[in-house]
């Protein structure tokens, strides 16, 4: 593989990466304990069908390149076919792969959370019983819903948690004498995403 191409198959990952950063980093944060970076990249989402048709058009050159057929050079020096890995039609067909599963991780990132615990709870009055939906910007995937779900499956007095990346919302159900709309907004604001507005449904 010449240098050209190697710089089209590292430039090609990097596009990848950068196309599921918004998504790698609340994974990553949340794996890491650090979940208040959950967010950091979410700018970079608008962007990323753009990174994505980049990374297919680096792909589509460097398979290009390697499938052509090579020019016959007509001299008599022996030609040096032999190969090291790196310059394989192998190792460009891991990248590529690698280059998918990347651009893919979006659609399968919830996979690395734990399954959210429902939340034990005690009623003892359920005139206290409150749902509000907050409408929350930052979420870049799916697995951003399970973040915030896992999350507030902790809070005390938080009964059940539904969120919706397709909506931006989260639909909370809990004890208002145990916790509260606005804490409930800042646990949110604490792992990364922001409530922008929030509505009461039913209490």
Same mark, same amino acid.
């Given at each position: 593989? !010449?240098?050209?191409?190697?710089?089209?198959?590292?430039?090609?990952? /990097?596009a990848?990466?950068?196309?599921?950063?918004?998504?790698?980093? =609340?994974?990553?944060a949340? @794996?890491?304990?650090?979940?208040?970076?959950?967010?950091?990249?979410s700018? /970079?989402?608008?962007y990323?069908?753009?990174l994505?048709? @980049?990374?297919?058009?680096?792909f !589509?050159?460097?398979?290009?390149? %390697? @499938? %052509? =057929?090579?020019k016959?050079?007509?001299?008599?020096?022996?030609?040096?076919?032999?190969?090291?890995?790196?310059?394989?039609?192998?190792?460009?067909?891991?990248?590529?792969?690698?280059?998918? @599963?990347?651009?893919?991780f979006?659609?399968?990132?919830?996979?690395?959370? =734990? *399954?959210?615990?429902? =939340? %034990?709870?005690?009623?003892?009055?359920?005139?206290?019983i409150?749902?509000?939906?907050?409408?929350?910007?930052g979420?870049?995937?799916?697995?951003?819903t399970?973040h915030i779900?896992?999350?507030?499956?902790?809070?005390?007095?938080?009964?059940?948690?539904? !969120?919706?990346?397709?909506?931006?919302?989260?639909?909370v159900?809990?004890?208002?004498s145990?916790t509260?709309v606005d804490s409930?907004?800042? /646990?949110? *604001?604490i792992?990364?995403?922001?409530?922008?507005?929030?509505?009461? /449904?039913?209490?």
């Amino acid at each position: 593989m !010449t240098t050209k191409n190697t710089k089209s198959w590292v430039a090609g990952i /990097i596009a990848a990466v950068a196309a599921s950063l918004c998504c790698i980093t =609340p994974v990553l944060a949340f @794996l890491g304990g650090a979940s208040g970076l959950a967010s950091s990249f979410s700018g /970079i989402e608008p962007y990323r069908p753009y990174l994505i048709g @980049l990374t297919i058009a680096i792909f !589509t050159f460097a398979w290009y390149q %390697k @499938l %052509k =057929p090579q020019k016959q050079v007509d001299c008599d020096c022996k030609a040096d076919n032999k190969k090291s890995f790196w310059q394989s039609k192998l190792f460009l067909t891991i990248i590529t792969i690698v280059a998918g @599963l990347l651009i893919a991780f979006p659609y399968y990132a919830k996979i690395f959370y =734990p *399954k959210t615990q429902e =939340p %034990k709870v005690i009623i003892v009055d359920k005139s206290n019983i409150a749902t509000v939906q907050l409408n929350i910007s930052g979420m870049t995937c799916e697995g951003c819903t399970a973040h915030i779900n896992r999350e507030l499956s902790n809070v005390n007095g938080v009964i059940k948690t539904t !969120t919706s990346y397709k909506n931006t919302t989260a639909i909370v159900r809990f004890d208002n004498s145990k916790t509260s709309v606005d804490s409930i907004a800042n /646990i949110i *604001k604490i792992i990364g995403y922001k409530v922008t507005s929030s509505t009461i /449904i039913s209490k």
